[in-house]
């Protein structure tokens, strides 16, 4: 449901603007503080789980999305849907990282098994937002968009009540660093701001207070050590803090990759922009056919072996767009493309997560949970934002009227660039016999 809200609301924006008689400007709030809402609360999540449980926050998860979404259908005016929505993204930030933790605490060794098995799911969210979002208006008011959450909220929670263990007494009580939570909940919300904003002096400006905050909550963290709202000890874990490298670049590559291929192929290529919709497909699918074959190919082979196959094949992608950007637009060879670098990408995450999980205790996992969801978090935003600021840089240096092949192929390049590193950080990985099972917590 928070993925699939994170992009069915887009398509809503026009009909919001004429039934809530408010300007863009105003209902554009509806998605960003949806989405700086998301990452408000994911610094609680190992709190959280160590003062209530998994299961008891997952709960209060569904719970409170369904609410705010059901909220969400009655709002009177821009500003109410608006703080609904703050409301509502706030739960869905905790949705995404509980469903990661309880897996990884009970998948253990199965856990790339375990992981592409729950991955298609998420990876349809996105691919069918708009297309329920234009079903539904084309028959229905936007309110019933929010609706929609609510019959699925209840059988969710319904599940979660039957089929999750108690797992209260499993818990280490800790108490909640508010120093900690007041340096970085702040910090990632400036910075997802702020990178998209980055183009503005105020955008610049909450960009470098972001930075600030990260290295007040670096220097608060290292003197609180366990009792910190993040330990930064879990980074001393060679794999782990791999694994988290990882999950920045892979999440990065794909959000600027997403980024960047509309605009070629519509002011480059000159592609509609339904068109456009349909040459990206090839993406998605090749992530398709990949995540449910990545249990079976994790059986055969090594995390750094799978992980640097991924990187490969999506390198191999990215520079093909290269070529293409360079010499002009050719279908059959896009399509080959983007299957390479959707299916090459799929093979890294799973594999690389495994692998950080693997090297922690098991008593860390909810920590490690939140670390690497801030990482994902931040990755994409800050790749996207370098691959754009130099497409921008390029595009200028021609002037206004003339769109050049080679400005599209070097910022493709810069992303095979960002690709590179990815391929070379994953010979760092651990293979399985240099990294040991989660222990079981201590009595």
């Known amino acids: 449901?928070?993925?699939?809200?994170?992009?069915?609301?887009?398509?809503?924006?026009?009909?919001?603007?004429?039934?809530?008689?408010?300007?863009?400007?105003?209902?554009?709030?509806?998605?960003?503080?949806?989405?700086?809402?998301?990452?408000?609360?994911?610094?609680?999540?190992?709190?959280?789980?160590?003062?209530?449980?998994?299961?008891?926050?997952?709960?209060?998860?569904?719970?409170?999305?369904?609410?705010?979404?059901?909220?969400?259908?009655?709002?009177?005016?821009?500003?109410?849907?608006?703080?609904?929505?703050?409301?509502?993204?706030?739960?869905?930030?905790?949705?995404?990282?509980?469903?990661?933790?309880?897996?990884?605490?009970?998948?253990?060794?199965?856990?790339?098994?375990?992981?592409?098995?729950?991955?298609?799911?998420?990876?349809?969210?996105?691919?069918?937002?708009?297309?329920?979002?234009?079903?539904?208006?084309?028959?229905?008011?936007?309110?019933?968009?929010?609706?929609?959450?609510?019959?699925?909220?209840?059988?969710?929670?319904?599940?979660?009540?039957?089929?999750?263990?108690?797992?209260?007494?499993?818990?280490?009580f800790r108490p909640l660093d508010l120093t900690g939570l007041g340096f970085l909940a702040p910090a990632l919300v400036s910075f997802l701001y702020g990178m998209d904003h980055v183009a503005r002096p105020y955008g610049q400006a909450t960009l470098g207070a972001s930075l600030v905050l990260f290295v007040l909550y670096v220097r608060s963290a290292r003197r609180k050590g366990d009792d910190a709202l993040i330990d930064l000890r879990l980074l001393r874990a060679p794999a782990f803090s791999v694994s988290a490298i990882i999950m920045f670049l892979t999440n990065g590559v794909s959000f600027a990759g997403q980024m960047l291929l509309p605009i070629w192929l519509i002011h480059a290529c000159g592609v509609s922009p339904e068109r456009t919709g349909l040459f990206m497909a090839p993406l998605g699918l090749g992530m398709m056919c990949v995540y449910p074959l990545i249990g079976r190919l994790s059986d055969r082979f090594d995390a750094r072996d799978l992980t640097g196959c991924g990187a490969l094949i999506s390198l191999v992608g990215t520079v093909i767009l290269v070529v293409l950007a360079y010499s002009g637009l050719n279908v059959a060879l896009l399509s080959v493309a983007l299957l390479l670098r959707g299916g090459g990408g799929g093979a890294v995450g799973i594999p690389a997560m495994s692998a950080g999980y693997a090297s922690i205790a098991r008593d860390d996992i909810p920590m490690a949970t939140t670390a690497l969801n801030i990482m994902q978090r931040i990755g994409g935003p800050t790749l996207t934002t370098v691959c754009a600021t130099f497409l921008g840089w390029r595009l200028a240096t021609t002037g206004p009227s003339h769109i050049p092949s080679e400005a599209f192929a070097e910022a493709f390049g810069v992303l095979a660039l960002f690709h590179g590193v990815l391929l070379l950080t994953t010979r760092f990985i651990n293979h399985p016999e240099n990294s040991r099972e989660p222990r079981q917590p201590s009595t």
């Open 1 to 172: 449901m928070a993925q699939l809200d994170a992009t069915i609301v887009n398509v809503s924006l026009p009909d919001l603007v004429a039934t809530l008689h408010a300007p863009f400007s105003h209902i554009q709030w509806v998605v960003s503080g949806y989405l700086l809402a998301l990452a408000l609360t994911l610094p609680l999540n190992g709190w959280l789980v160590s003062r209530l449980g998994g299961r008891a926050v997952y709960l209060w998860c569904f719970g409170a999305f369904t609410l705010t979404s059901g909220l969400c259908a009655l709002a009177w005016s821009a500003p109410s849907l608006i703080v609904f929505r703050l409301l509502q993204g706030m739960a869905g930030g905790l949705l995404a990282p509980m469903a990661q933790m309880t897996v990884a605490r009970v998948a253990g060794r199965q856990m790339p098994r375990v992981a592409s098995a729950m991955t298609a799911p998420v990876l349809l969210a996105p691919l069918l937002g708009p297309v329920v979002a234009g079903a539904i208006l084309s028959v229905a008011s936007w309110r019933w968009i929010f609706l929609l959450n609510v019959p699925v909220g209840l059988a969710a929670f319904a599940l979660a009540v039957l089929f999750l263990p108690d797992d209260r007494h499993d818990e280490r």
